[in-house]
């Protein structure tokens, strides 16, 4: 495992005066702004550590359990079968078809409703290791992301499952899942990141964000599909959750994303990395006091 060091990025920004802070949010610093890139990169190479945390979030939270994270793959199982059935009936749709969309809708919806609430944690869970050890902060939105990657990897089971029981016809479009996956966990990163900045200064933005999910969920085609929509369009096509939804959905249903959903999911990962960035500069000197 890379050595920790004793003095790096971290602490040195941390120890800004306030004036010079105060400078620097409003201000482009460039001494920042490599510190910034330094604990990017440290982030990335402390890749032993934050993996190790990862994973012990996950044992730690099935402490003693005789099957650990699949607790979860079954009560999902359990919730995705019984509303396709109920709703399969409601859409008049056969259960054949249905079934395998709202499966893959709900994984992957999972993955993302997760990686944003946690994300809210991202910083605020880890206060005891920020104030007494100087690693890179960039390394605890990658321990959220790869715990949740974790628990997502479990639950593909169900889809597994459906794939079997229901003999769906899968081509080399299959192979698209894998880019779309990738984007999705970009998006999950930077999202993890501002929303951890913001939650740490504002402690109310976790209840705020789990309540725009909640809602988010049924105004997202997950449970109900999109060509049921005709006659508010404006509800998919405006819908990022949908566009990022359907870059695994498609493929893991047999067909290729349309290019609306990756022109979106692209535009959309530039402005966020970007963003993120900018606001993690000017942010950086001040997470360490607001945990």
Same mark, same amino acid.
């Given at each position: 495992?890379?050595?920790? =060091?004793?003095?790096?990025?971290?602490?040195?920004?941390?120890?800004?005066? =306030?004036?010079?802070?105060?400078?620097?949010?409003?201000?482009?610093?460039?001494?920042?702004?490599?510190?910034?890139?330094?604990?990017?990169?440290?982030?990335?190479?402390?890749?032993?550590?934050?993996?190790?945390?990862?994973?012990?979030? *996950?044992?730690?939270?099935?402490?003693?359990?005789?099957?650990? =994270?699949?607790?979860?793959?079954?009560?999902?199982?359990?919730?995705?079968?019984?509303?396709? !059935?109920?709703?399969?009936?409601?859409?008049?749709?056969?259960?054949?078809?249905?079934? =395998?969309? @709202?499966?893959?809708?709900?994984?992957?919806?999972?993955?993302?409703?997760?990686?944003? +609430?946690?994300?809210?944690?991202?910083?605020?869970?880890?206060?005891?290791?920020?104030?007494?050890?100087?690693?890179?902060?960039?390394?605890?939105?990658?321990?959220?992301?790869?715990?949740?990657?974790?628990?997502?990897?479990? +639950? *593909?089971?169900?889809? *597994?499952?459906?794939?079997?029981?229901?003999?769906?016809?899968?081509?080399?479009?299959?192979?698209?899942?894998?880019?779309?996956? @990738?984007?999705?966990?970009?998006?999950?990163?930077?999202?993890?990141? !501002?929303?951890?900045?913001?939650?740490?200064?504002?402690?109310?933005?976790?209840?705020?964000?789990? +309540?725009?999910?909640?809602?988010?969920?049924?105004?997202?085609?997950?449970?109900?599909?999109?060509?049921?929509?005709?006659?508010?369009?404006?509800?998919?096509?405006? +819908?990022?959750?949908?566009?990022?939804?359907?870059?695994?959905?498609?493929?893991?249903?047999?067909?290729?994303?349309?290019?609306?959903?990756?022109?979106?999911?692209?535009?959309?990962?530039?402005?966020?990395?970007?963003?993120?960035?900018?606001?993690?500069?000017?942010?950086?000197?001040?997470?360490?006091?607001?945990?």
């Amino acid at each position: 495992m890379t050595s920790l =060091p004793v003095e790096g990025p971290c602490l040195a920004a941390a120890a800004r005066t =306030p004036a010079t802070l105060k400078r620097a949010f409003w201000e482009w610093d460039g001494d920042l702004t490599r510190a910034v890139l330094e604990d990017l990169r440290q982030g990335i190479n402390y890749w032993p550590l934050w993996v190790r945390l990862g994973w012990q979030d *996950v044992m730690l939270r099935y402490r003693r359990s005789m099957i650990g =994270p699949f607790w979860l793959t079954i009560s999902m199982g359990i919730m995705v079968f019984s509303l396709g !059935l109920i709703y399969g009936d409601l859409f008049g749709m056969a259960v054949d078809r249905y079934l =395998p969309f @709202l499966t893959i809708g709900f994984l992957v919806w999972g993955l993302i409703s997760a990686a944003l +609430n946690e994300g809210c944690q991202t910083f605020i869970e880890s206060e005891g290791i920020i104030r007494q050890i100087d690693l890179p902060l960039s390394m605890f939105p990658l321990r959220v992301l790869w715990r949740n990657l974790i628990i997502f990897l479990h +639950n *593909v089971v169900i889809y *597994v499952v459906v794939v079997v029981v229901f003999d769906l016809k899968l081509d080399a479009s299959l192979l698209w899942a894998i880019p779309g996956l @990738l984007l999705l966990m970009i998006n999950a990163l930077w999202s993890a990141t !501002l929303l951890g900045i913001l939650s740490a200064r504002f402690r109310d933005l976790p209840q705020i964000v789990s +309540n725009i999910l909640q809602v988010t969920f049924f105004v997202t085609p997950i449970i109900w599909i999109p060509q049921a929509s005709f006659k508010r369009p404006l509800l998919i096509d405006a +819908n990022p959750f949908y566009h990022f939804i359907e870059l695994l959905r498609a493929p893991l249903l047999g067909h290729a994303p349309t290019l609306a959903n990756w022109s979106v999911a692209l535009l959309i990962t530039l402005v966020g990395c970007g963003g993120t960035f900018l606001f993690f500069r000017r942010a950086y000197g001040r997470i360490a006091y607001w945990v």
